[in-house]
Nanobody, 126 residues
Framework: QVQLVESGGGLVQAGGSLRLSCAAS????????MGWFRQAPGKEREFVAG????????YYTDSVKGRFFISRDSAQNTVHLQMNSLKPEDTAVYYC???????????????????WGQGTQVTVSS
């Protein structure tokens, strides 16, 4: 069993930055692919970024490429999402997710992930 806890959300002005963190419990974290999703009110949950088990491969949805960066620290059992040049349309609840398939970093389907955090709110004001 893996438990995921997100932190780092908040209110920021357009053009600003935030760094989200996801702390994971469980000895097998280092073998899991990890992803970040987001869900805005009235919209479906959307894939944002993914990273494979060893951090060598990453994948981003088009709307965040060049602005968001995913990384992981397996020694600390954490995954980060650095978000730069934030836009009002980035406003959403952001979720961390883990997949037991170690190279599942580029799978945008929520159903492909086995564990989820509770989410952290990101609000970008214009």
């Amino acid at each position: 069993q893996v438990q995921l806890v997100e932190s780092g959300g908040g209110l920021v002005q357009a053009g600003g930055s935030l760094r989200l963190s996801c702390a994971a419990s469980g000895r097998t974290f280092s073998s899991y692919a990890m992803g970040w999703f987001r869900q805005a009110p009235g919209k479906e949950r959307e894939f944002v970024a993914g990273i494979n088990w060893n951090g060598a491969r990453t994948y981003y949805t088009d709307s965040v490429k060049g602005r968001f960066f995913i990384s992981r620290d397996s020694a600390q059992n954490t995954v980060h999402l650095q978000m730069n040049s934030l836009k009002p349309e980035d406003t959403a609840v952001y979720y961390c997710a883990a997949s037991t398939y170690s190279d599942n970093y580029n799978n945008a389907r929520p159903g492909a992930y086995n564990y989820w955090g509770q989410g952290t709110q990101v609000t970008v004001s214009s």
